[in-house]
């Protein structure tokens, strides 16, 4: 263990309900003990925003999902606007204390508009025919005349979700599957909308920590036919669609067909890695589902310091990650002004400067054949920076696949 990085501490501030949801404060105290004499003179407990954090420091690393704050505060909430701006001006002042995540990062990934443009910006960089995530476009009025031909000038076609630009919090998860032109009178704007893809009712959360990831398996929508019907929107609610344990006729997969098979390991990583370098981010979660038509991945969806539910190794991975950036020589500090976007390598910046919400043209063929899944063997070494995710809540017949999969790359090593 390295011994030249004794008297770093590290403080965090998250909600009450991310903190039991976690269990982080028990995170905390294992990080304390482990820490005496090794890496940490401490893992100091929860900050306490409404005082200096120039008394609760140094710190040299601050975890935080500042989210609630961060949204409570743009819609002009004074009490979270002064929480913030103690964050931001902690920061300012101490530009070498590393921060997971920078908070203009989060701000984009906090606005659905500017996180799918991202990342259409970085598949336009990789040119790699097996991604291609969905055309979107942002509805700031009600249905008009012209919002058909805008739907279509945006390569948009039905069925579309139809979603909340904000990415976070209870109302983000409310969602709608619009058939028709008549369907879009019930949606209220501003939202975002997005061209479904079918995907044979499976969904792939990617768990980000650092370099490491874990891809977990979910339920998500069944396939519907291409194309308009005269059909009523389906409202519903995508956090109870994706539970584990979900099971319903929205997620019924009597109809699959066509390609199925999981995620790419070098697609998801090289798409993870893009990410992390745009924004300087960490902790994050991206939302996968595989075209069933094409087999290109589609990114649907990307949040900021998510559940990190199914990641048994989310502890273990968090504390291998601050070890390495506390280790790292030279951490490049994050911007503390303007919008992430601006911030972003001048190579995403290359691509057609677009506005908010006018996306690129979806791929129609698929590329290079997949690798398969790269998983730990019985000995709990790392093969890769990569793992499937598995737990007690997933579904019996996905246990079955999953353990089959470790154990048929575990014999083989």
Not at 250 to 276: A, F, H, K
Not at 289 to 303: F, K, M, R, S
Request: charged share 20%.
């Amino acid at each position: 263990m390295q011994t030249f990085l004794k008297g770093r501490r590290v403080g965090y501030w998250l909600s009450e309900k991310k903190i039991k949801k976690l269990n982080f404060q028990a995170f905390a105290e294992m990080c304390s003990i482990w820490a005496i004499g090794q890496l940490l003179s401490s893992f100091s407990p929860q900050l306490d925003l409404t005082k200096p954090l120039e008394e609760q420091g140094p710190l040299d690393v601050i975890i935080h999902k500042l989210t609630d704050l961060i949204l409570e505060a743009d819609q002009n909430d004074t009490q979270s606007l002064l929480l913030v701006q103690s964050v931001q001006d902690y920061i300012e002042a101490h530009p070498e204390t590393i921060v997971l995540d920078p908070l203009p990062a989060i701000r984009t990934l906090l606005d659905r508009c500017k996180s799918y443009e991202l990342i259409h910006r970085i598949e336009n960089r990789m040119q790699d025919d097996r991604i291609c995530s969905p055309p979107f476009m942002v509805l700031t009025s009600e249905s008009g005349a012209d919002t058909l031909e805008q739907i279509k000038k945006h390569g948009l076609t039905f069925p579309f979700i139809c979603k909340t630009r904000v990415a976070h919090g209870t109302n983000s998860h409310e969602m709608a599957i619009i058939f028709s032109e008549e369907g879009l009178k019930g949606i209220k704007p501003p939202c975002v909308i997005q061209s479904f893809i079918n995907h044979n009712a499976m969904l792939y959360k990617v768990f980000v920590v650092g370099e490491s990831y874990t891809v977990v398996e979910r339920p998500s929508l069944k396939n519907f036919p291409a194309g308009p019907a005269d059909r009523k929107a389906i409202f519903f609610n995508s956090h109870n669609v994706s539970k584990p344990e979900s099971s319903s006729d929205l997620t019924s997969r009597d109809n699959v067909e066509g390609v199925s098979r999981p995620p790419n390991n070098d697609v998801i990583r090289e798409l993870s890695r893009s990410l992390r370098q745009a924004l300087g981010v960490s902790l994050f979660g991206i939302d996968v589902i595989i075209n069933n038509q094409t087999g290109q991945h589609a990114v649907i969806d990307i949040n900021a310091f998510p559940g990190y539910e199914g990641v048994p190794e989310f502890f273990s991975d968090l504390l291998d990650h601050i070890t390495t950036v506390l280790q790292s020589p030279e951490v490049p500090a994050a911007p503390v002004n303007g919008s992430a976007a601006e911030q972003l390598p001048s190579v995403l910046m290359a691509s057609a400067d677009r506005g908010c919400g006018t996306p690129t043209g979806c791929c129609s063929m698929l590329g290079k054949d997949g690798h398969p899944w790269i998983v730990e063997g019985e000995s709990g070494k790392k093969t890769s920076h990569q793992r499937l995710g598995c737990n007690s809540a997933v579904s019996p017949n996905f246990q079955q696949h999953c353990v089959a999969t470790i154990a048929t790359k575990a014999s083989s090593q």
